[in-house]
């Protein structure tokens, strides 16, 4: 198997500017690559393309001429034994991956994908259990409204959480013990059948009257949620720019920031003639924001609350793919996005790229912890 790596910009610089590579994928962003990352200091580094649609064609960038082989060429004529890979490629890059895993000569080779190197990617070092005097109670809610069945992948989520926390008490929210009817942002959206969006009011509700962590339910479980609970009040980035609660926060009983978010409802209007509404993250950042939390995906601790960069809760971002499972990463959330409309969602075969990503990124993570 090729070895996949995600990295910041910085670190895939330094392996395009002193290392050989081949690419796979000659076509658009093959030349968004060019553009971007290839000079005349590294042009030289560039071995060939591969692409099956192209063969035997050449590509003039900065003078040079960039060879472009099939796969079974290259195979049989390949003389450099030090070398990476990078996809450049956008909609097929798992293929890609899946093909290089079959032939010996790329076995554990640097793999990177381009479309997936993040800018805001930080290596960042913190510790995930703090020191706090409080602890938050091990009990997992969750919210499911409309009265349909949990689809099977979100309840391989639900399952994780048994797995991992096989000593939480876990709670699900519906109509049979919960009134949507006691907030009008709440109601309105229920009766609009936006069912991403009634739990906006109702986890801050839950989690203020009752205590413990919520999970939306895409969110799933790699180890368990106890290196969490020493702490007042935690919540998680999802990127650069959001805290996003989806992606499971925690609290004690009556914790006062969440009051904070929870009175925000109070004035809001749920007014799907609009368009899409806005989306929950952007209320929670604003309100963390005027607490003094710095909005840049840092591991940040103030007296009442822990905000974890996104490596923590999403490895996985909703318009692309986000920092990457670490050794920090705790659950990953999957981003179902009931609340988008679908023509606004990321197209199919990207989103599939995503999950297939980070199937392969988890398993290779936890093989080498």
Known sequence: MVDLIHCGKKDFADQVKNRKFVCFGAGKRFLKFLKYWVSEENINNILCVIDQNKVNEKMEYLDKDIPIYNMEYFISNNQCDD???????????????????????FNDKICFIEYIIDDGYQGQTFNLTTDSASEID???????????????????????????CPDYKIIRWDESNYDVAQNRYMK?????????????????????????????????????LDVLRKNEMYCGFEDNHYVNLGLGFGAVKGHG?????????????????????T???????????????????????????????????SPIGFRRIGSGVTRNTVSIHHYDASWVEDRLKNKENLKKNKDRYFQRAKNVFLNKS
Not at 83 to 105: H, R, S
Request: glycine share 6%; charged share 20%.
């Open 257 to 277: 920031l969440i009051k904070r978010m929870l009175d925000m409802y109070d004035d809001l209007i749920f007014d799907i003639r609009c368009g899409n509404p």
């Open 279 to 313: 989306a929950s993250p952007v209320y929670q950042t604003q309100v963390l924001s005027e607490e003094g939390i710095q909005i840049n995906n840092t591991f940040q601790r103030m007296e009442n609350v822990t905000v974890y960069p996104s490596e923590v809760l």
């Open 83 to 105: 070398f990476i890979l990078i996809i450049t490629n956008l909609y097929d890059c798992m293929e890609i991956v899946g093909t290089l895993d079959q032939y010996a000569l």
């Open 188 to 224: 309105d959206a229920y009766d609009a059948q936006k069912w991403g969006f009634v739990p906006d009011f109702a986890r801050l509700d839950i989690i203020y009257n009752h205590g413990g962590i919520y999970l939306d339910t895409d969110v799933e479980l790699i180890k368990s």
């Open 138 to 164: 091990k009990i997992i809610h969750y919210c499911w409204f409309g009265g349909t069945e949990i689809p099977g992948n979100l309840q391989k989520c639900i399952d994780s959480w048994k797995k991992y």
